[in-house]
């Protein structure tokens, strides 16, 4: 498949995959009818692109560590970094935006891009994400489906945050913060 074809089928699954969500929603409460089966089939929970297909599986192979408010709670280190999951979607935003760490905590971020567009994660001090500032913590060229990861040690009480500087997404607001407790 050459680059156009693949950039094409990727706005395609991207657009499926947000009509799924919309659809999903509208036919909750019609479930059986003919539309809503349609849907289930090839589009729903156990579908290609749902949580359990192709799109669902490549990235929930593992899952957030529980955070400081979860029971299971245990403080990342830097002999074992607490996992944290994200997920940069197409619409330009990361979900979760909001991470919650102890202060002095090591994280692993893994970061996974859903959607065409090719995202970056910068983490560190919140001051250094609106700056762009060179030598921040950071991966990079995140391809669709691909996922990268960064592991970050929380010194201090912040503020810190995350954020994508592929050209525009910042500006367009792809940024989250990180609450130290
Ligand atoms: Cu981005």
Redesign the pocket.
Known sequence: MNGRASLLLGAVLTLAGVITIGAGALVAPAAGNSQGTGWTGMMGANGMMGANGMMGSAWSGAASAPGPDASGFVAGTTAAPRLVRIL?TPV?R?SPDVVTVKAGETITFEVT?MGP?????MVGPAADMAANKDGTPEITD?GMMQTKSLTYTFTGSGPFAFS???PG??E?G?KGTIVVQ
Do not use: G, K, N, Q
Not at 117 to 121: D, N, S
């Open positions: 940069a330009l990361f891009t567009a090719v995202h970056e994660f995140i994508c500087h592929a997404h910042y367009a792809m």
